[in-house]
């Protein structure tokens, strides 16, 4: 069921902390959401979409088997597979809008854990409240793509802005292009070290351990909370269900 508040709420939020106009204290922490296995799942849409437009654009049918698509970039996937079958880097520039117009409809069709994951919607409306925090994003998927997909599940109107997977092949240089892209948006200058990573991979991990950051980890995605623990992430999560101890988590972050 989605949220009954009226749409733009969370998004103007955003705004007016952008432009200093809050009423609480300064912004003490960048909140860094990823989208797959983290906010949501889509039941397996993007996967299909993806298989799709590489088999009528390239005639390669199941062009991805055998590439991990979990913590990765949409870039680095669709690189794999082409260097898989043989195709042209040259010949990729219309794979894009084509896997764009099959996600839209793959997303209408029904799917395996397909939603918006346990508690992410109270969190992010309590979050979204707050004047001590910015929410954005840094996701493998496509800028447009993650755009769909959030949109699909009325989430998108909580992040103004974030890092994506359009061009960068090394999630970990997601968080600089994040960084910025808020700094960008707003003129609010934040470090690494202001800034959590919130994922379900353990790459999302990696890319706060090697940038700097703080890395929050849910296991809502393929990933169990002991894989998450064990590659250093400082909070792990079964699912967000439990907002006070995830709040407290956050703000444990901010120290």
Not at 168 to 173: E, G, L, T
Not at 204 to 231: F, I, M, N, Q, Y
Request: one cysteine or more; glycine letters at 12%; aromatic letters at 8%.
């Amino acid at each position: 069921m989605k949220n009954p508040r009226r749409k733009g709420r969370a998004r103007a939020t955003c705004a007016a902390k952008a432009n200093g106009r809050g009423d609480g204290p300064g912004l003490k922490t960048l909140l860094l959401f990823d989208i797959d296995g983290t906010l949501v799942l889509t039941g397996g849409a993007g996967g299909r979409a993806m298989t799709r437009a590489f088999e009528d654009l390239y005639g390669v049918s199941n062009a991805f088997g055998g590439v991990p698509f979990n913590g990765r970039t949409d870039a680095w996937i669709l690189s794999q597979a082409a260097a898989n079958h043989g195709v042209s880097p040259d010949a990729l520039h219309a794979f894009k809008p084509l896997y764009l117009e099959y996600l839209a409809v793959e997303l209408e069709k029904p799917g395996p854990r397909k939603g918006v994951m346990p508690g992410v919607r109270e969190l992010l409306d309590s979050l979204s409240l707050r004047d001590d925090v910015f929410l954005a994003l840094l996701t493998g998927n496509f800028e447009q793509g993650a755009r769909i997909k959030l949109e699909h599940f009325d989430l998108w109107r909580y992040f103004p802005c974030g890092a994506f997977g359009d061009t960068v092949h090394d999630r970990n240089r997601l968080l600089p292009v994040a960084l910025a892209s808020v700094e960008g948006f707003g003129g609010l200058r934040a470090d690494a070290a202001d800034a959590v990573i919130i994922g379900d991979t353990p790459l999302d991990v990696g890319v706060a351990l090697s940038g700097g950051a703080r890395a929050v980890a849910v296991a809502t995605g393929s990933h169990t909370t002991h894989e998450l623990h064990t590659c250093g992430a400082h909070a792990v999560f079964e699912d967000f269900s439990d907002l006070d101890a995830v709040l407290a988590a956050l703000q444990k972050s901010e120290s």
